[in-house]
């Protein structure tokens, strides 16, 4: 079975709706590592919608799991990664008026900025990961910008209207999985996994990391955050929730 990163930033969001302290994006990493998560994803944006600088910092004195950083790479946003120094930084793409990350980066459209970005991140000994669509083209400039793994984007199978469309996304990171293995990379994934649909991506061939966030967050507003995350583990490993 994949590794689970939990993904805390909406709970991040819920406590910058009021401004206020609470809910605590620390807490809900603590009680995350105690329902079994193997890692802590965090996105620091640079318009700091949710996660904010003092989180980061917090985490990282405070998580005992793999702590996975994405950002984008902007240099201001990288000089932060560098001085926190997480287990991971994922490079993905950032538009300020963006709702959620909408697509995958754009690694042959920019493979010197991405080469540097990497190279920066390696010297300091801090692994990379490249958040890419399930396209073996970009798979492929990934390989070479240096990247150590690569998340697939797995929106567009979230998203599929139909059943034949389900499938036909879901080749395409079947597809793209297989060149991440035949580049020798780490293979992750995530982006709208749920309790009903992460199960054929969490059986595909190498699949290394799944990165969820929103879905467990929504489900633990009704069964609690450590029950949220031991199911979607459970989820990962058998067909999709039943009850």
Same mark, same amino acid.
């Given at each position: ?93 950032? /538009?300020? &008026?963006?709702?959620? +990350? @909408? ?9 010197? *900025? %991405? !080469?540097? $970005? ?37 929106? /567009?199978? &979230?998203?599929?209207? +139909? @059943? ?9 990171? *079947? %597809? !793209?999985? $297989? ?65």
């Amino acid at each position: 079975m994949p590794r689970l990163g939990v993904n805390i930033d909406h709970v991040a969001t819920i406590r910058q709706a009021r401004g206020g302290h609470e809910p605590d994006p620390i807490w809900a990493a603590t009680l995350a590592e105690l329902a079994g998560a193997d890692g802590i994803t965090v996105h620091l944006r640079e318009d700091r919608r949710h996660i904010q600088d003092r989180d980061l910092r917090l985490l990282k004195q405070t998580v005992h799991v793999r702590l996975n950083l994405e950002l984008s790479l902007d240099p201001s946003m990288i000089e932060i990664a560098l001085e926190v120094a997480p287990y991971q930084i994922t490079f993905v793409p950032e /538009r300020r &008026a963006e709702l959620t +990350t @909408e697509g995958g980066l754009d690694v042959l459209g920019q493979r010197e *900025r %991405v !080469a540097a $970005a990497v190279g920066r991140c390696l010297e300091a000994g801090i692994g990379v990961s490249l958040f890419i669509d399930p396209d073996p083209a970009q798979v492929e400039a990934s390989a070479q910008a240096g990247a150590q793994a690569v998340e697939l984007h797995t929106g /567009r199978y &979230a998203d599929a209207p +139909t @059943e034949q469309a389900v499938q036909e996304e879901l080749n395409a990171l *079947r %597809v !793209a999985s $297989a060149t991440v293995l035949q580049h020798g990379l780490k293979l992750h994934a995530g982006h709208g996994l749920n309790y009903q649909n992460v199960y054929p991506v969490a059986k595909i061939q190498g699949m290394d990391e799944l990165n969820i966030g929103h879905s467990i967050i929504s489900r633990a507003i009704f069964v609690g955050f450590e029950k949220a995350v031991r199911e979607m583990k459970q989820c990962m490993n058998e067909h999709a929730l039943r009850t």
